[in-house]
């Protein structure tokens, strides 16, 4: 049986796609929160300084991190700079029970948790440490980082997501 046809966008990794479309329109409105907004330029720049953080603190390609956020623009920093490293994201439902949530953490076994400041004490109340936290935790680490030009091969098809 023959092989379908794969499209050039088939061959590229989440983080690729992305890149392509910053480099096609740097200056377009890539994301809003609020009354702030990034473009893909800018929100490529953070995203490349995010990874450097997490490769900083030992995350690499197929590991987990477990993050507990509600929906915010870092989410996607993380998602996309986990994507650039090869790494996969655990997204945790902050509204699980006590549990339940230890549960899902425990089941991914991550490298890294990264939680918003509104959910560190539930993550401290199920005794787990929070590697970075969202905020200025992430902005001070940001400010120090210069943005990871160097990534490892990742494959397409490698995982990057876990709900």
């Known amino acids: 049986m023959d092989q379908p046809d794969i499209t050039p966008a088939g061959r590229l990794t989440v983080f690729e796609l992305f890149a392509a479309q910053a480099a096609r329109s740097p200056n377009a409105l890539a994301l809003t929160q609020g009354?702030?907004?990034?473009?893909?330029?800018?929100?490529?720049?953070?995203?490349?300084?995010?990874?450097?953080?997490?490769?900083?603190?030992?995350?690499?390609?197929?590991?987990?991190?477990?993050?507990?956020?509600?929906?915010?623009?870092?989410?996607?920093?993380?998602?996309?700079?986990?994507?650039?490293?090869?790494?996969?994201?655990?997204?945790?439902?902050?509204?699980?029970?006590?549990?339940?949530?230890?549960?899902?953490?425990?089941?991914?076994?991550?490298?890294?948790?990264?939680?918003?400041?509104?959910?560190?004490?539930?993550l401290e109340n199920l005794g787990r440490t929070t590697d970075l936290v969202i905020g200025p935790d992430l902005e001070s680490a940001l400010t120090e980082a210069a943005p990871l030009t160097q990534a490892p091969a990742v494959d397409p098809e490698s995982g990057l997501v876990i709900l």
């Open 35 to 122: 009354d702030a907004s990034w473009s893909y330029g800018e929100l490529e720049d953070r995203v490349r300084r995010v990874a450097a953080v997490l490769s900083s603190r030992g995350l690499a390609a197929g590991d987990r991190i477990a993050l507990l956020s509600e929906n915010r623009h870092e989410y996607v920093e993380i998602e996309l700079a986990a994507a650039l490293l090869g790494a996969i994201v655990a997204c945790q439902n902050w509204r699980l029970a006590p549990d339940e949530l230890r549960h899902c953490i425990d089941l991914v076994e991550p490298k890294l948790v990264i939680a918003s400041p509104r959910h560190v004490s539930l």
